[in-house]
């Protein structure tokens, strides 16, 4: 992953997609796990990738850590946007709210395209598909509880639940 930041540093904007596209899964979830006043799940993602963007830009190390640091970022930054250490876009920013990056335009386009793409395959999945990523992921249930809740077969769940995964994954790949 560090040769796509040093490409990124080295001006190749194609780069970025692909570090962003490696950590959409720990964003996903770590999206999921918060509830916070103002913000949606689109929202705590595009965070999340705004997260993974600030880490490219101020990440100086030798590349060996990169991985654990950007991870490690976007936890922490949900952590202090949970916190409220981080104003939401719609608030106005007061003299103490001083970031050592400050997110460029193209960065919160990137990251509200980006958005978009998720919520259009999101929407793609029927209703049943939709339970159970919201099960699942959102919500944390098990499977079994899953299959319980839809009186289905634990395997008739685990086979949607990965073909669900394959279809989001083919209509990201496409997209992103």
Same mark, same amino acid.
């Given at each position: 992953?560090?040769?796509?930041?040093?490409?990124?540093?080295?001006?190749?904007?194609?780069?970025?997609?692909?570090?962003?596209?490696?950590?959409?899964?720990?964003?996903?979830?770590?999206?999921?796990?918060?509830?916070?006043?103002?913000?949606?799940?689109?929202?705590?993602?595009?965070?999340?990738?705004?997260?993974?963007?600030?880490?490219?830009?101020?990440?100086?190390?030798?590349?060996?850590?990169?991985? +654990?640091?950007?991870?490690?970022?976007?936890?922490?930054? +949900?952590?202090?946007?949970?916190?409220?250490?981080?104003?939401?876009?719609?608030?106005?920013?007061?003299?103490?709210?001083?970031?050592?990056?400050? +997110?460029?335009?193209?960065?919160?386009?990137?990251?509200?395209?980006?958005?978009?793409?998720?919520?259009?395959?999101?929407?793609?999945?029927?209703?049943?598909?939709?339970?159970?990523?919201?099960? +699942?992921?959102?919500?944390?249930?098990?499977?079994?509880?899953?299959?319980?809740?839809?009186?289905?077969?634990?395997?008739?769940?685990?086979?949607?639940?990965?073909?669900?995964?394959?279809?989001?994954?083919?209509?990201?790949?496409?997209?992103?």
């Amino acid at each position: 992953m560090y040769e796509y930041v040093k490409r990124y540093k080295q001006g190749d904007k194609k780069a970025l997609d692909i570090i962003i596209d490696n950590f959409a899964p720990i964003i996903f979830k770590e999206a999921s796990k918060y509830k916070i006043k103002c913000y949606d799940y689109e929202d705590l993602v595009q965070h999340g990738y705004l997260s993974v963007i600030k880490a490219v830009n101020m990440y100086k190390g030798d590349g060996k850590s990169f991985n +654990f640091y950007c991870i490690k970022a976007i936890k922490q930054n +949900f952590m202090a946007l949970l916190k409220g250490e981080i104003k939401h876009h719609r608030e106005r920013p007061t003299e103490k709210d001083i970031y050592p990056y400050k +997110f460029t335009i193209e960065d919160e386009i990137l990251a509200y395209e980006k958005t978009k793409i998720l919520n259009k395959a999101l929407n793609s999945l029927d209703s049943i598909e939709k339970s159970i990523f919201c099960d +699942f992921y959102i919500k944390e249930n098990t499977l079994e509880n899953i299959s319980k809740e839809n009186n289905r077969s634990y395997n008739n769940i685990k086979y949607r639940k990965n073909k669900l995964i394959l279809k989001l994954r083919d209509d990201l790949k496409d997209e992103l």
